[in-house]
T-cell receptor, first 111, second 114 residues
Framework: DGGITQSPKYLFRKEGQNVTLSCEQN?????MYWYRQDPGQGLRLIYY???????QKGDIAEGYSVSREKKESFPLTVTSAQKNPTAFYLC??????????FGSGTRLTVV | QKEVEQNSGPLSVPEGAIASLNCTYS??????FFWYRQYSGKSPELIMF????GDKEDGRFTAQLNKASQYVSLLIRDSQPSDSATYLC??????????????FGKGTKLSVKP
């Protein structure tokens, strides 16, 4: 995945539980992004960070939180406030030519 | 609200045919345009990008951009069953740089029949 690693691949969340998805990159990129993908909905931006210790809300930030304490890491927490968290979560960095390079994704399911 | 529109499909073509995938975008200030391929259960991978009006060819893929019509397309020649995937169109306000967020369409599902 070009130096961007997401874990775990599959994650199961119980009702009322917070879970954290990991995204790590070793390409020294400043910008990192979190997207959510639902069937038929395309990719929707949750949060992004252009620099360490700074991040911005995307279109669907409610029920999610992030941190950017290190350049290499941009973890996403899905909180209990997110009522419909079942989705495919994708982390991305700026790739060549202005596009993104995506991690392999985490599939989150509520049980 | 910046929007990128794609037909959801499925688009079905026979093996060896040309598949034509289309995308329109709402923001005239958009500068760079991308096509991603996403296999079922996998993450998107970049297959083409285009910045200037006209055609750009890479192997069996051709991206076409018409900024006046706010239209970008992807042609896949000699389609193969392995091309069966969802194709995402994405648009960026930033010209080939490292800033700016991509806006994605919902994707077109392509099915290539042997």
């Amino acid at each position: 995945d070009g130096g961007i690693t997401q874990s775990p691949k599959y994650l199961f969340r119980k009702e009322g539980q917070n879970v954290t998805l990991s995204c790590e990159q070793n390409l020294n990129h400043d910008a990192m992004y979190w997207y959510r993908q639902d069937p038929g909905q395309g990719l929707r931006l949750i949060y992004y960070s252009q620099i360490v210790n700074d991040f911005q809300k995307g279109d669907i930030a409610e029920g999610y939180s992030v941190s950017r304490e290190k350049k290499e890491s941009f973890p996403l927490t899905v909180t209990s406030a997110q009522k419909n968290p079942t989705a495919f979560y994708l982390c991305a960095i700026n790739g060549r030519f202005g596009g993104y390079t995506f991690g392999s994704g985490t599939r989150l399911t509520v049980v | 609200q910046k929007e990128v529109e794609q037909n959801s499909g499925p688009l079905s073509v026979p093996e060896g045919a040309i598949a034509s995938l289309n995308c329109t975008y709402s923001d005239r200030g958009s500068q760079s345009f991308f096509w991603y391929r996403q296999y079922s259960g996998k993450s998107p991978e970049l297959i083409m990008f285009i910045y200037s009006n006209g055609d750009k060819e890479d192997g069996r893929f051709t991206a076409q951009l018409n900024k006046a019509s706010q239209y970008v397309s992807l042609l896949i020649r000699d389609s193969q069953p392995s091309d069966s995937a969802t194709y995402l169109c994405a648009v960026n306000m930033d010209y080939g740089g490292s800033q700016g967020n991509l806006i994605f369409g919902k994707g077109t599902k392509l099915s290539v029949k042997p």
